[in-house]
């Protein structure tokens, strides 16, 4: 038994990094709580820039770009795919934008974020609360939402939404922060 008391103080020890770890998966560093078994592309480097085109139609949407790429708005290296519809579209508008307040939990691929649970209406990690936007709900279909990663980045041409990248699948979708 008194052999056993040194070795539980030297595993508590080593075990203490992995409580340094910010709470709800979010890791500054961009390392993944479980060894990355999810993440299959790399976030981007920066969110989109501003839209400067005329605005584009926006309810015959379809965003596979090659064969082979998903018919949802997705990320090509830096290039965001589906984001080039324009400023003020009418489903991205909001009459009080940032109602909720905005958030500050950090952006791109420096932070990402473990889903905790609950669905595209809401959802949640390390606390903060959020929702996809009804226009983008249909995006959403293969997201897991107790387990993929995300990475938040700000949205330059909608007032109030932020993105929502899915490093597992690539594909990202406009949120709301609830609190």
């Known amino acids: 038994m008194k052999s056993f008391l040194p070795l539980l103080a030297i595993t508590s020890l080593l075990a ?7 709470p709800g998966g979010g890791h500054p560093e961009g390392g993944h709580p ?11 480097a920066h969110g989109p820039a501003p839209y400067h085109g005329a605005p584009q139609a926006h309810e015959d949407r379809h965003f596979a770009d090659h064969p082979g790429h998903p018919d ?6 830096n290039h965001w795919v589906g984001h080039d519809y324009g400023r ?32 595209p209406n809401r959802f949640w990690f390390n606390n903060w609360y959020w929702s996809v936007a009804p226009y983008d709900l249909a995006y959403t279909n293969d997201w897991l939402w107790d387990s993929d990663d995300i990475v938040i980045y700000e949205d330059p041409d909608d ?21």
């Open 16 to 22: 203490l990094p992995v409580l340094a770890q910010h």
């Open 34 to 44: 479980s060894g990355g078994e999810h993440e299959m592309h790399a976030p981007p």
């Open 72 to 77: 949802v708005p997705h990320v090509d290296g």
């Open 88 to 119: 003020n579209n009418a489903h991205y508008h909001l009459d009080h934008p940032w109602e909720h307040g905005r958030w500050n939990g950090g952006f791109g691929p420096a932070h990402r974020w473990r889903l905790g649970g609950g669905g």
């Open 159 to 179: 007032p109030g939404w932020y993105l929502a990248y899915n490093t597992r699948l690539g594909t990202y979708v406009h949120v709301m922060y609830m609190g």
